[in-house]
């Protein structure tokens, strides 16, 4: 195994994009990328623009309209508060990583009251916790993260629902790395703004953000609000829909790519997609810890996108990440918030199998010999590949 100090002048097919998000794009959805551009008004991308809605709602368990935007996932955090939140209103937010933290950074923008119920990173929040805090104020929303990829922690949407159910107020989430590869049950569980994003489990390119609000959560964004709302304003989005519309020009060639990938997790099934991720995340999360690698979410409720993991007291993770791009180019994350060194994160989304995860361990196993983590060689592959056998 040769090392180039240089790995930017690398050729980028020997590139293997291991993040969280954005994830390696499947062939078929780059082609589809690659195809004419067509008039966003016309008949050929009308249809275009209604098959890819109508294969969203399965994703999200909805039969509301779900908006694609031109932006990223932190574009339709903003976008669900700014339709909601009037300046003076309260917002329950679990906080418990990184993307909770963003939403209350958002919320103050928007001039809202900001209640956070805090947890350790890692640890999740007790249904009985929140339903204390939430009878203490009349709040606007209850905000929880459906899958905090800073952690690998995931919310129960679920109970979280019933909790707002007999309330005024709304339970706003962030699927942005969960829809597509994990449950999401919009309508059943409660869920009355949810906001995804193109490059997780969507398998697209970063670019289009994904919304979708309940009727309940329509009463509220239809008031004037008191919010200077344009581009984001989702009653904009919401007269386009019924027209069978984009208000504005939409990312064309990014929403052939989501109808794309959208088709090959359809194709594929997606109780079929979940299994295959879960799967692949217990073989990760078993080689890793075959080597000394400590999952990080404490939770019972765990990833199956994302997996995340302790680096080795004494080893620098941002060395590890250097390395494994430098020698095997191969791509993963660490963190960019108080963990930053500390951890790695890796994601299982994507058109990938067992033979990546086997390949990623590999990897990992030969930059940490590199620096000098003491364990047996092999047995991070062994474990996967076995646990893999098992599943
Ligand atoms: C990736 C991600 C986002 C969105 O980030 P952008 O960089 O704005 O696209 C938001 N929430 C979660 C949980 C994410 O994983």
Same mark, same amino acid.
Do not use: E
């Given at each position: 195994m040769t090392t180039s $100090? =240089?790995?930017?002048? #690398?050729?980028? =097919? !020997?590139?293997? /994009? %291991? /993040? $969280?998000?954005?994830i390696a794009v499947p062939e078929r959805v780059r082609q589809a990328i690659a195809r004419p551009v067509l008039s966003h008004r016309g008949p050929e991308f009308r249809q275009i623009w209604a098959r890819t809605i109508e294969m969203l709602q399965p994703l999200a368990g909805t039969t509301q309209p779900v908006h694609v935007l031109a932006t990223s996932g932190t574009g339709v955090m903003e976008a669900a508060l700014l339709n909601i939140v009037t300046p003076g209103d309260r917002l329950l937010i679990v906080n418990n990583g990184q993307w909770g933290e963003r939403f209350a950074t958002i919320g103050k923008v928007m001039g809202a009251v900001i209640d956070t119920i805090d947890a350790d990173w890692g640890e999740t929040v007790a249904p009985d916790v929140i339903e204390k805090r939430l009878g203490a104020h009349d709040y606007r929303a209850l905000i929880v993260v459906h899958n905090e990829s800073s952690t690998g922690v995931v919310g129960d949407l679920e109970a979280a629902g019933r909790l707002v159910r007999n309330r005024p107020t709304l339970l706003v989430t962030d699927t942005v790395s969960g829809l597509g590869g994990m449950d999401v049950q919009m309508d059943a569980w409660g869920v009355d703004v949810l906001v995804s994003g193109?490059? #997780?489990? /969507?398998?697209?390119? $970063?670019?289009l953000g994904v919304i979708a609000a309940s009727e309940k959560a329509w009463d509220v964004i239809? %008031?004037?609000?008191g919010q200077p709302r344009f581009f984001f304003d989702l009653r904009k989005a919401r007269d386009s829909f019924d027209k069978g519309e984009? !208000?504005?020009?939409?990312?064309i060639s990014l929403v052939y790519g989501l109808e794309t990938a959208l088709s090959m997790i359809h194709e594929e099934g997606l109780a079929n997609v979940f299994s295959r991720y879960r799967r692949l995340a217990r073989g990760l999360k078993a080689g890793a810890k075959a080597i000394g /690698?400590?999952?990080?979410?404490?939770? $019972?409720?765990?990833?199956n996108t994302v997996a995340c993991f302790h680096v080795p007291e004494g080893l620098d993770g941002t060395r590890l990440i250097r390395r494994l791009n430098e020698k095997h180019r191969t791509i993963i994350a660490g963190a960019r918030n108080r963990l930053q060194g500390k951890m790695i994160r890796l994601g299982t989304m994507g058109a990938i199998d067992e033979g990546d995860i086997l390949t990623d361990l590999l990897h990992i196993e030969d930059v940490l010999a590199e620096l000098g983590h003491g364990f047996e060689r092999g047995a991070a592959v062994a474990a996967a590949a076995s646990a893999f056998r098992s599943a």
């Open positions: $100090p =240089d790995p930017a002048s #690398k050729p980028v =097919d !020997t590139y293997r /994009l %291991r /993040l $969280p998000g954005p193109s490059q #997780k489990a /969507l398998m697209c390119p $970063p670019g239809r %008031r004037d609000n984009s !208000t504005f020009t939409p990312a /690698l400590q999952n990080f979410a404490k939770a $019972p409720a765990q990833s």
